[in-house]
């Protein structure tokens, strides 16, 4: 089977942490650009994982329990009254939390203002979503006497 990626896909350009972790690799470097651990799992974390898979607690219907807790500690602390089944996800971290944020509301040809600087995959997520980024630049504006 040939192995192919969407048109999108093939305008994407490494990331520059990618960049510098390929970098490292080639010149045999410590790689400081990722988070990569160069030690071993605590024996607990490792107990705990264990201890979860057997007992099947392994299945997304747990996800809503912390849905519902979220929603809860939403309206104590900040008044807000959201539906934990409808207005809230749970994701293994922020790039896969914005991912699912922009294709969830970006159509083909949509423009999506983009923070500059911002995180280096924002780019290249609203493109795969059929967007077109338009970067607003930040300013540093001093305040005196604040």
Not at 70 to 89: E, F, R, S
């Amino acid at each position: 089977m040939e192995k192919k990626l969407s048109k999108r896909a093939l305008l994407l350009k490494p990331s520059p942490i990618q960049e510098l972790s390929h970098l490292a690799q080639r010149c045999n470097a410590i790689n400081l650009a990722e988070g990569f651990p160069d030690f071993p799992a605590p024996p607990a974390i490792k107990d705990a994982a264990i201890a979860a898979i057997r007992a099947d607690f392994n299945q997304y219907r747990h996800v809503q329990a912390i849905c519902d807790y979220l929603a809860y500690t939403l309206k104590l602390t900040h008044g807000l009254d959201v539906d934990p089944k409808k207005n809230i996800a749970i994701c293994c971290g922020q790039s896969e939390a914005f991912a699912a944020a922009i294709l969830a509301v970006v159509d083909e040809g949509d423009e999506v203002l983009l923070l500059d600087p911002a995180y280096e995959t924002y780019e290249a997520c609203i493109t795969m979503a059929g967007g077109t980024p338009v970067r607003f630049m930040l300013l540093l504006i001093h305040h005196v006497g604040l």
